[in-house]
């Protein structure tokens, strides 16, 4: 190669911060056509200046969309390190007075403090930190039995304010403590963050809360990890601010306009996603250390959402389990990221073995926890960056609004009527009921003479080629025991297509991985998981509803979506325990992948 810029720096001086502590080290090995790609690439991006543009607001470089009405996270570090000082005041007041504190929103303002709280864990002297990003009645109850209602401060998180389950887990909480130590006390154990002006807000400050603390309007929920979204769980949990904030700092000026691009980690990042996705290479495939791997979901969400629109997208696969190098088919990009403190040799010699096949690898280390800030910046700088290669705005999500509308409509119709439609099954068999579109299931009906679950199932999943995926979407409670048993289907799927393969838990997914399965390539092959919630539904205040019934209809919503968009989906309803379901399902999986 006559030209370096594709090569990242050695000297040791080049990774040193302004802040006098060294940067995360990114290493990318890449070969073969994809390289020349990338220099050719890279090359016209030197030549028209175009970090110069992104970091200018130049709407051009996208799609002169409205995108220079998103980019206040490319200062934010900055500006949030010259005025935190109310975080401390804050983390102060916190210290000693809460032992718990749960944060109720959904995709941006939850996923990062999900990665500090299980990354860091708690702090001694302050609250432990939860995440309820659910509507799954199991989970609000496997919550409540881990915290003392009455010591536990809760923080509300939604952008517009308007966001649904947010509102309704606000609701429920406050409620709930309010019945113990009435209305007035019960809001003194509440934060919100939101934007300015919105209906959050003025509930909050109509309630008392004991604080409103707001984001800022330019920066997406996706970009907002070192906004108060992400800074205000923080400082709860007793973290150093200026610490995560001097880290992204730093990664923020080394990804600056004046920097060569051959040395701008977030660039090279940003243009080996892009031009890999163009060139079939469109799944991420996420590879993290143990104290890491809840920063692949928080990187998920911020890839999914961006790039998956205009029947393109990058498709991040996280939490699947390696395989032997020569399984994976020629549309993976690997990217690793782990601590210094946890380098793992085996798969040190995986990514090896991985880019001699030609597969293309990035590596970052990572020297301490207490520099995770750094990531939340490079990997936000490297999807603007994609996004521009792909042609598309990173900073919209316009199909995500779709699913919403749809459960919107069948919780107003359960109000109404009090009942959700009701649908036929394609097949019943010991528990398990099967459903699709009318189109889709004729075809997987005529696949064989007896129909089964297990082979309508593998007539479903046989339908994933070569380049696409398959999504399992549970709409059941988050645990070790569903995580465990969704694991060992993907194994299976993985088994019978040799395709890649992703998890989503509802409703969680809908603010993430949602918008890439409506808008992004039709390449996805979707299964969803629902079951039943029985005695242990809860009741919605001030509705004739339950968090049930809101899951069902979510669940629902999206299904119908998907299947309106002619998507490849088949769901799946579990009857009774959820555990005993999950087991039938894991036996059907098994027998339709020999």
Request: aromatic share 6%.
């Amino acid at each position: 190669m006559n030209q370096p810029w594709l090569q990242a720096p050695n000297d040791t001086r080049d990774r040193m911060t302004k802040y006098g502590f060294e940067l995360n080290t990114q290493v990318e090995a890449l070969a073969g056509p994809l390289r020349e790609e990338l220099q050719v690439l890279g090359d016209r991006w030197v030549a028209s200046g175009a970090v110069l543009r992104l970091w200018g607001a130049e709407e051009a470089l996208w799609t002169s969309s409205g995108e220079s009405k998103w980019l206040g996270w490319l200062g934010v570090a900055d500006e949030q390190l010259r005025c935190c000082g109310d975080l401390r005041v804050f983390a102060a007041d916190v210290r000693g007075r809460f032992r718990h504190a749960v944060l109720l929103g959904m995709g941006g303002s939850s996923l990062c403090p999900e990665v500090l709280s299980l990354s860091f864990g708690a702090q001694e002297g302050f609250p432990e930190l939860r995440v309820v990003d659910s509507t799954v009645p199991g989970e609000l109850r496997g919550c409540e039995r881990a915290i003392d209602l009455e010591s536990t401060l809760f923080i509300s998180a939604s952008k517009s304010g308007t966001t649904l389950e947010t509102a309704l887990l606000t609701e429920h909480f406050l409620q709930r403590l309010a019945a113990r130590v009435g209305i007035k006390r019960a809001a003194r154990h509440f934060v919100a963050i939101t934007d300015p002006g919105s209906r959050l807000e003025a509930k909050a400050k109509a309630l008392g809360f004991r604080y409103v603390m707001h984001g800022e309007p330019s920066i997406g929920g996706r970009y907002s990890a070192l906004s108060r979204f992400g800074l205000v769980p923080a400082a709860a949990m007793g973290l150093d601010i200026e610490r995560l904030l001097a880290g992204a700092s730093a990664m923020c000026a080394a990804c600056g306009p004046d920097v060569p691009p051959g040395q701008n980690p977030g660039f090279r990042l940003g243009l080996i996603l892009g031009a890999s996705a163009l060139e079939g290479r469109d799944k991420l495939t996420l590879v993290s250390s143990p104290k890491l791997a809840s920063l692949g979901p928080w990187i998920e969400q911020l890839i999914a959402e961006s790039t998956g629109k205009l029947g393109k997208g990058i498709v991040p696969v996280d939490g699947e389990a390696l395989c032997e190098p020569f399984e994976y088919s020629a549309d993976r990009v690997f990217a690793s990221f782990s601590l210094c403190a946890e380098s793992c040799p085996e798969t040190d010699a995986l990514l090896d073995a991985l880019h001699r096949l030609g597969h293309p690898v990035v590596r970052i280390r990572i020297g301490s926890l207490e520099d995770i800030g750094q990531e939340f910046f490079r990997w936000e700088f490297a999807t603007a960056v994609a996004g521009s290669v792909l042609g598309i705005n990173p900073f919209d999500q316009p199909d995500v609004e779709s699913a919403k509308v749809a459960a919107r409509a069948l919780a107003n119709s359960y109000e109404s009527d009090g009942s959700l439609p009701s649908e036929a099954p394609l097949l019943e068999e010991a528990g398990i009921s099967l459903f699709a579109g009318a189109e889709q299931g004729r075809r997987l009906l005529a696949d064989s003479e007896s129909p089964t679950v297990a082979s309508v199932l593998r007539s479903h999943l046989s339908t994933a080629d070569s380049g696409d995926y398959v999504a399992l979407l549970a709409f059941v409670r988050r645990s070790a025991e569903t995580h465990a048993a969704l694991a060992r289907m993907r194994r299976a799927v993985g088994a019978l297509r040799g395709v890649a393969t992703c998890v989503g838990f509802g409703p969680r997914f809908l603010h993430s991985t949602g918008q890439l399965h409506k808008g992004g390539p039709d390449s996805g092959v979707f299964v969803q998981i629902g079951g039943d919630d029985g005695d242990a539904d809860i009741p919605v205040p001030g509705r004739d509803l339950s968090f049930g019934i809101v899951k069902s209809a979510q669940a629902l919503g999206d299904f119908h979506v998907l299947t309106s968009l002619r998507r490849r989906a088949l769901r799946i309803h579990l009857s009774g325990p959820l555990t005993s379901g999950l087991e039938r399902l894991e036996r059907a999986f098994d027998e339709a992948a020999q």
